[in-house]
C-alpha cells in the first residue's frame, strides 16, 4: 500500500554511514525519528459517519473500509442519531470504532461537527453509511491530497447500486436548480438538457482527469484538517442536505480548491437513511434549500426570498402528494 511504501522509505534513511561513539548516536536519533515519523503516519485519516436507522448497511460499510485500509491505522467515528435499529452491533462486530450515541436526532451536521470535534489527525473522510468502497479507494485519495497541498475538498466518483454514475459533482444551487437538479422531473425526463449539464458538472467529466467544481457530495468526501481549522466546521443550522454544498462554497472563497477526482470511486445505495421517513426528509430537504438561499442570494425588499419560498412550498406539496399516491398503490 501507498502507506507502507512511505514508511519503507522512511526506513532506508536510517542506514548507518559513520562507525563508533558516534554512529550509536546517529542511530539513536534516526530511530527516535522514525518511530516520531511512523507514528504521526499513522494517524493519517479519520474517517467520520454519521449513522441514523442504517446500522445494518453502516456494517457493510466498514467491511469494506477495513478490506481496503488492510490493516493501516486510521481513526473510525461513528455518531449515531438516536437510531432504533440495534446500533450497539457496530462496536459489537468492530471493537476499534467510536460510538457516539446521541439521544436525539441532531442532525447531518451537527454530528460531523461532534465527531471532527473529538478527532486529531491531518485529512478527514466522511463517508455515508450506505457505501461500499472499492479497491485503491484510500491510497488514491490520500496519494493526490498529499501531491495536491491547495486542495481543501477532494470528491470521488461515487456510482449508483447498477453502476451508473451519480451527479456528485455539481455547480453552486440556483434558484433554477429545483426545477432541474439531480433527480429533478424534467432531469429525469430530459438527462441532457443543457441547464442540467451546467449543474451537474462530473457529466463532462473523462472518467480519469481531476476538475475544479463548486461543491461535491457530503456521502463521501475527503477533507484537509488545515482547511476546516481555516474556514470553520459545517454549518449546524442545516439539519439535513446542502451542508455539504455550503461547506464547499466556503472553502472555496477562502482560496481552498474543490476537486472532482474520478479515479477514486465507491458504491452509493442512495436514500437509506431518507427512507426511513420520507415525509421529513422531503420538508427538511426544502428548509435547507430555502436557508442555503436566504444566505447567499440578496434581493430588494425581499422580493425573490418570497418567490422562492412560493416555489419551494409548491414542490414540497407537490413531492408529498406523488409520496402519498403511491403509498396507496403499493397497498393494492
Known amino acids: 500500500m501507498y502507506w507502507a511504501v512511505k514508511i519503507k522509505k522512511i526506513c532506508s534513511r536510517a542506514k548507518p554511514k559513520k562507525q563508533g561513539i558516534q554512529l550509536k548516536f546517529d542511530l539513536i536519533r534516526k530511530r527516535t525519528k522514525l518511530k516520531e515519523n511512523y507514528l504521526a503516519y499513522q494517524s493519517l485519516l479519520d474517517i467520520i459517519i454519521v449513522n441514523y436507522n442504517s446500522t445494518d448497511c453502516l456494517l457493510r460499510c466498514l467491511e469494506s473500509v477495513y478490506q481496503d485500509l488492510d490493516d493501516a491505522a486510521v481513526n473510525i467515528f461513528v455518531a449515531d442519531n438516536n437510531s432504533t435499529d440495534n446500533v450497539q452491533k457496530i462496536t459489537d462486530q468492530f471493537s476499534g470504532i467510536h460510538l457516539i450515541i446521541n439521544q436525539r436526532n441532531v442532525g447531518f451536521a451537527n454530528a460531523v461537527n461532534q465527531c471532527i470535534g473529538i478527532s486529531t489527525s491531518p485529512y478527514l ?26 486542495v481543501g475538498i477532494l470528491g470521488p466518483a461515487i456510482y449508483d447500486h447498477d453502476m451508473e454514475v451519480q451527479g456528485s459533482a455539481r455547480s453552486f444551487p440556483t434558484p433554477i436548480t429545483a426545477l432541474f437538479g439531480r433527480s429533478a422531473i424534467l432531469t429525469r425526463l430530459f438527462p441532457n438538457n443543457r441547464i442540467t449539464r451546467r449543474n451537474i458538472l462530473n457529466k463532462a467529466s473523462d472518467g480519469k482527469t481531476p476538475m ?8 463521501c468526501m475527503l477533507v484537509r484538517r488545515k482547511a476546516v481549522e481555516e474556514v470553520g466546521l459545517m454549518d449546524r443550522h442545516f439539519f439535513m442536505y446542502w451542508e455539504d454544498a455550503d461547506w464547499c462554497r466556503r472553502m472555496i472563497q477562502k482560496g481552498w480548491a474543490v476537486l472532482y477526482y474520478p479515479k477514486a470511486s465507491l458504491i452509493h445505495y442512495a436514500g437509506v437513511s431518507s427512507e426511513q421517513n420520507l415525509i421529513q426528509s422531503v420538508i427538511e430537504f426544502h428548509k435547507s434549500a430555502y436557508y442555503l438561499f ?21 414542490r414540497v406539496c407537490f413531492l408529498l402528494a406523488v409520496h402519498g399516491i403511491r403509498r396507496r398503490y403499493k397497498r393494492k
Open 125 to 150: 473522510m466522511l463517508l455515508n453509511p450506505d457505501t461500499v468502497i472499492t479497491a485503491g479507494f484510500f491510497d488514491e485519495m490520500l496519494r493526490y491530497m498529499e501531491s495536491n497541498h491547495d
Open 294 to 314: 436566504g444566505k447567499y442570494y440578496r434581493s430588494p425588499f425581499g422580493i425573490m426570498r418570497v418567490i422562492v419560498m412560493m416555489g419551494l412550498g409548491a
Open 212 to 219: 475544479p467544481v463548486d461543491w461535491v457530495s457530503g456521502a
